[in-house]
């Protein structure tokens, strides 16, 4: 175990590269299961990324997901001059939650420092703000005054406002709704719609997409003597009709209601999920997971010279799209998906570069980021974690899983204030702010952020009556906060049947076609399920269990053995601090919280007093182990 090249980490001072996975080589032997065939270009084309959290640095334990924002940045500019050379659009679209999941993003003072330099490199056609853009007033200032100021007319916040400290007034952070045409002619109107969310800070404003939908603005917008060929709608916004958070559906009715016909093509994102939904036979949302791990690929044809002002001449690399949003359809677009596995493998293959893959541009931005990396010593390990603890690829109370495996072990270890360490007290937290699987191995100073990137206070009501106390998570998990599926569930793979092929597996037809590549082994990952079936996922792989987990969890500790305490210091998040009080009862008011060990200890705290006060084992000789 000697460094980079082998795949493991070795002690501090050789943990300072990004490139903490190997560099894959298409072909090599360790080379991952790759894409299962070329992409189906259309006349417009779009990729789609949403809820990156920072994750820019990729995933450097994770093979599969290993590439970084200056691979992603190369294969984007292969894939626009692909587009070019056929003749083709090509767009490229980002659905928010820039922050908070990666010690890129969240370990300087002010979130997003030094991460939004690094992604605003690439050059994206359209963005959309996510809620992790509003938590904080400094973040969401930041996008105002700076981001925004540099997208222009790209950054579309249709129904959110910051406060602009000059003119005393809310305004848009970015522009309301774009109006352009493309390269090949297709003239487009796009919308940016984030969800009803309610968690922001006072700098910004939240309209309802109900509200959203009446404003004049937007009645000019869809009622506009222009001719638009698309509407695209995109959100921080699950694309799934059915999801609670869910507003595209209103914007989407408003549109219909005056553009029968025209297609809206949607991008969404929040739910952290593969995903894509048919909303009618000319309307598809993709939704394109989360934290660098998958690319959207949306492609469209059917535009002509009757219907648009597309000119395009080429045929779409001589390949017809020929796959209609509904079984019925008589609208003229066909569609394809696909979720790309966030892999150099990957970006490779789809731009057939083989070895001459990198360019100049993103092995510069690979660059970057090693230097901001080792300036902020993101690769300094504390611990050498025993094992791996997930979130939910077993139940909740597996040994194995985070939360009994290291969430409340760590918290009744660490989250003590010596004033009170006699009192028995009981720790209550929302799974949510726990964001992302700890693996064996080195546990660095970016998997802290990676494990619990917030920065939520631990606040306390001392001495609560216990039979109070003991109530509240019970109630919390039965409230209206409500539970989501962090990824798709994961599915069989022998009911693979592609609708136009009849019979015949997804398998079987690439096989035909002479492009499956060999594979030993399916690799575990995501097996999407969506509207169109099993198909969507680029590289196949074997899915992974995902166990639903309550809401919140709760640890006790300094307990009395054999019997319950008479009061507890009740302490938890300022993050729920709302839902704790409700659920209290009446007696318990916000006066009767303060803060627990003081007002800046917080959810990044916890975790490495614990590494390092529980994982000095083998801290010089530290396998990754599965
Ligand atoms: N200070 C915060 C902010 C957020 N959370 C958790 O994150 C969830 C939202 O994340 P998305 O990526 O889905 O937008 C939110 O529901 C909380 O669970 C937090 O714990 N602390
Ligand atoms: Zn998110
Ligand atoms: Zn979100």
């Known amino acids: ?273 593969r995903d894509f939904a048919v909303y009618d036979q000319a309307s598809v949302g993709i939704e394109a997971g989360r934290y660098c791990e998958t690319l959207g690929w949306v492609s469209q044809s059917g535009f002509s010279k009757c219907n648009s002002g597309y000119h395009g001449a080429k045929k779409p690399d001589g390949k017809k799209l020929t796959r209609k949003a509904t079984d019925n359809s008589t609208a003229p677009w066909a569609y394809s998906r696909r979720y790309l596995d966030w892999n150099r493998n990957t970006f490779m293959y789809h731009t057939s570069s083989n070895k001459n893959f990198d360019s100049q541009t993103g092995l510069e931005i690979t660059q970057e980021i090693t230097t901001a990396r080792k300036d902020m010593n993101l690769g300094e390990v504390y611990g050498c974690a025993p094992e791996t603890y997930c979130i939910s690829c077993v139940p909740f109370d597996d040994p194995k899983n985070i939360f009994p495996g290291v969430i409340k072990p760590a918290v009744n270890a660490i989250v003590l204030n010596d004033a009170r360490k006699d009192k028995a007290r009981m720790i209550i937290g929302n799974t949510g702010a726990i964001r992302f699987d700890l693996y064996k191995g080195p546990f660095t100073y970016d998997d802290n952020f990676v494990v619990s990137p917030f920065r939520d206070v631990f606040r306390y009501i001392p001495d609560v009556p216990f039979d109070k106390a003991s109530q509240v998570l019970a109630k919390l998990n039965k409230g209206t906060v409500a539970k989501r599926d962090f990824a798709s569930m994961p599915i069989a793979r022998d009911d693979c049947v592609d609708p136009l092929i009849g019979a015949l597996t997804l398998r079987d037809m690439h096989q035909e076609r002479g492009i499956v590549r060999r594979q030993e082994t399916i690799t575990p990952g995501y097996a999407t399920k969506d509207d169109w079936g099993t198909d969507g996922d680029d590289t196949e792989h074997t899915g992974i269990p995902n166990y639903s987990i309550p809401s919140y ?31 209290l ?31 000095q084992d083998n801290i010089d000789n530290c396998p990754i182990g599965a």
Request: hydrophobic letters at 35%; a negative charge.
């Open 585 to 615: 009862g009446s007696g318990f008011t916000s006066d009767m919280v303060s803060c627990y060990i003081n007002c800046t200890f917080t959810s990044q705290d916890f975790m490495l007093p614990y590494a390092k006060l529980k994982w």
């Open 1 to 273: 175990c000697g460094g980079d090249d082998d795949g493991c980490y070795g002690p501090i001072d050789k943990v300072e590269h990004v490139r903490l996975v190997k560099r894959i080589q298409p072909g090599a032997p360790d080379a991952p299961y790759g894409p299962k065939g070329p992409l189906e270009w259309g006349q417009i084309n779009f990729m789609h990324t949403t809820d990156t959290h920072g994750w820019l640095a990729g995933h450097l334990k994770e093979e599969n997901y290993g590439a970084d924002w200056g691979d992603f940045a190369t294969f984007t500019r292969r894939m626009r001059q692909k587009a070019d050379d056929l003749g083709v659009d090509f767009l490229l679209v980002d659905t928010g939650d820039l922050h908070d999941g990666a010690g890129l993003s969240d370990a300087t003072t002010i979130d997003g420092t030094k991460s939004m330099p690094i992604f605003s490199e690439i050059e994206y056609d359209l963005l959309t703000i996510g809620n992790h853009e509003l938590y904080v007033t400094e973040v969401a200032k930041q996008m105002f005054n700076e981001y925004a100021k540099k997208w222009g007319d790209r950054y579309l916040t249709s129904n959110v406002k910051v406060y602009n400290d000059a003119t005393k007034q809310y305004e848009h952070v970015g522009a309301t709704h774009r109006y352009f045409t493309t390269k090949q002619g297709i003239r487009i109107m796009a919308f940016g719609v984030l969800f009803d969310f309610t968690g922001n800070s006072n700098a910004s404003q939240v309209i309802k997409a109900k509200d959203m939908v009446k404003e004049t603005w937007f009645q000019d917008a869809i009622h506009t003597d222009k001719p638009v060929d698309l509407f695209v709608l995109l959100g921080h916004n699950p694309v799934r009709q059915t999801d609670y958070a869910n507003t595209f559906t209103t914007v989407w009715n408003e549109i219909r209601s005056v553009h029968k016909n025209t297609p809206i093509t949607i991008f969404g994102g929040h739910s952290h999920i």
């Open 553 to 583: 969890w709760e640890s006790r500790a300094g307990f009395p053995t054999g019997s319950d305490p008479e009061k507890v210091d009740l302490i938890f998040f300022d993050f729920i601090e709302k839902y704790v009080l409700q659920d």
